[in-house]
């Protein structure tokens, strides 16, 4: 059973910082891609990261403020989000898939975990 396990969100200011982690258990990522979204499970693409090579992806709204990155020590995958604005405000989910193309698309994910809440206010 994949477990894939959200934290650090919470309610901030504009132009503050936050850091989620997704965690799962040992050997869970090894051959997946890694994804945030938010809004739901599959939906508005934020960042992706391909455990094994490192490559990662961003959305349009995050290039520049977000930074996704992995630490193979602690199976965890993480999202630093600066520069924190309203529109930002969401669930944000990680999920895993096999493959790293079209990491922009949700519905190639295989599972998802329960979500984190971010909430910036003005």
């Known amino acids: 059973q994949v477990q894939l396990v959200e934290s650090g969100g919470g309610l901030v200011q504009t132009g503050d910082s936050l850091r989620l982690s997704c965690a799962a258990s040992?050997?869970?990522?090894?051959?997946?891609?890694v994804g945030w979204f938010r809004q739901a499970p599959g939906g508005e693409f934020v960042a992706a990261i391909n455990?094994?090579?490192?490559?990662?992806d961003y959305a349009d709204s995050a290039k520049g403020r977000f930074t996704i990155s992995r630490d193979h020590a602690k199976n965890t995958v993480y999202l630093q989000m600066n520069s924190l604005k309203p529109e930002d405000t969401a669930d944000y989910y990680c999920?895993?898939?096999?493959?790293?193309?079209?990491?922009?698309?949700?519905?190639?994910?295989?599972?998802w975990g329960q979500g984190t809440q971010v909430v910036v206010s003005s």
């Open positions: 999920g895993i898939r096999r493959g790293y193309y079209d990491v922009e698309r949700g519905e190639f994910y295989d599972y």
């Open positions: 455990w094994r090579g490192g490559s990662t």
């Open positions: 040992e050997g869970t990522f090894s051959r997946y891609a």
